[in-house]
């Protein structure tokens, strides 16, 4: 098992910035790729980004150009750099595990608002 904390989220302004932090615990040398999700209100959750064990990246195409996520293996924390943020942003950002041979966890979501 693996769990998950999520922190960082809050109320910034349109073009404002937050980093969000997910740092897992448990099983941590069972995880192949960490990322994250975000859902709004009324919308499917979605792909935000992801990286792998390795450093491979992937986007989501609303964020392409300004999130960044990048971690730290030796804290086990994956980060999520926002930048240019815009009210559509708004959302809670969820951290996701995946663990070598199959299998998932989901922290409990951190609250993005973006509003002037």
């Known amino acids: 098992q693996v769990q998950l904390v999520e922190s960082g989220g809050g109320l910034v302004q349109p073009g404002g910035s937050l980093k969000l932090s997910c740092a897992a615990s448990g099983s941590v040398f069972s995880i192949s790729a960490m990322g994250w999700y975000r859902q709004a209100p009324g919308k499917q959750r979605e792909l935000v980004s992801v990286?792998?064990?390795?450093?491979?990246?992937k986007y989501g195409d609303s964020v392409k150009g300004r999130f960044t996520i990048s971690r730290d293996n030796a804290k086990n924390t994956v980060y999520l750099q926002m930048i240019s943020l815009k009210p559509e942003d708004t959302a809670v950002y969820y951290c996701k595990a995946v663990r070598r041979g199959g299998g998932q966890e989901w922290g409990q979501g951190t609250q993005v608002t973006v509003s002037s």
């Open positions: 990286i792998t064990s390795v450093g491979s990246t």
